[in-house]
């Protein structure tokens, strides 16, 4: 067991690449507190499909742009399992694709503080209780090549977020260590609802390895990012793509 005796935070946790991580980091021995939004259900069946594997974890609702939910959801896992050794930033979206000239400020700032408030807000709680340990944060290839067509604000939130994780990994080691990850097109929800399906079959074909990426693709790479088997790397934002983004 790669995590055994560890406690993670996964945000986003309920579907998805997050639910692909809260199960791929259980499945190592990790405990893993699964934050979710508003429907508790993908939340509470993860939960459930963990302690069937014989894992432990907990399901937490909050809304992590507010101080107050972040907070309640650092406490409640270190009261469940005592402290805390991985966070894993998943949440965030896209909330709409909209240009510039479409842009409301109400959009610009929404957008930022879903993908980046939140990061800086889960990070700065969870730090007061890591003494050692990974911090996975999820970026995008769109931080990488500015996205698709009205993504600038997800594109722009998404680069920060790299660029935090190279500041904070300067700030927080050598005992924490800070990673990234650039998803490319996986195939998710997110793209069900913001990427027509010619734009994804358009990914498959010039991919090099002719697919879409699928969440335990993601969730591989975040227990490769939590585990002593990345112990000298830190500061990275590492591309997962297919092939598409070479950087």
Not at 85 to 109: F, P, S
Request: aromatic letters at 4%.
């Amino acid at each position: 067991m790669k995590l055994a005796d560890k406690t993670a935070i996964v945000t986003g946790g309920g579907r998805d690449i997050g639910r692909a991580v809260a199960m791929k980091l259980a499945s190592e021995g990790a405990n893993v507190a699964i934050n979710y939004f508003s429907s508790s259900t993908g939340a509470d069946q993860t939960v459930a499909e963990i302690e069937a594997m014989g894992g432990k974890a907990i399901a937490v609702q909050g809304d992590l742009n507010k101080t107050e939910d972040v907070g309640a959801l650092v406490s409640a896992t270190v009261t469940a399992f005592g402290g805390v050794d991985i966070l894993v930033n998943n949440a965030g979206g896209l909330i709409a694709r909209k240009t510039i000239a479409e842009m409301e400020l109400e959009h610009w700032n929404a957008v930022m503080t879903l993908n980046l408030t939140s990061t800086f807000l889960m990070t700065k709680a969870s730090l007061a209780h890591m003494k050692s340990g990974a911090i996975v944060n999820l970026a995008s290839q769109a931080g990488r090549d500015g996205g698709g067509p009205g993504a600038v604000a997800y594109a722009t939130s998404k680069g920060a977020v790299m660029t935090m994780t190279r500041g904070l990994a300067k700030e927080v080691g050598p005992d924490i260590r800070v990673n990234a990850i650039c998803p490319g097109m996986i195939d998710t929800d997110f793209h069900n609802v913001h990427t027509p399906d010619a734009g994804r079959r358009g990914y498959e074909a010039n991919a090099p390895m002719k697919r879409q990426g699928h969440v335990d693709d993601v969730a591989n790479l975040v227990l490769f990012l939590a585990c002593d088997d990345s112990a000298f790397m830190t500061g990275t934002n590492i591309d997962i793509n297919g092939g598409v983004l070479f950087s």
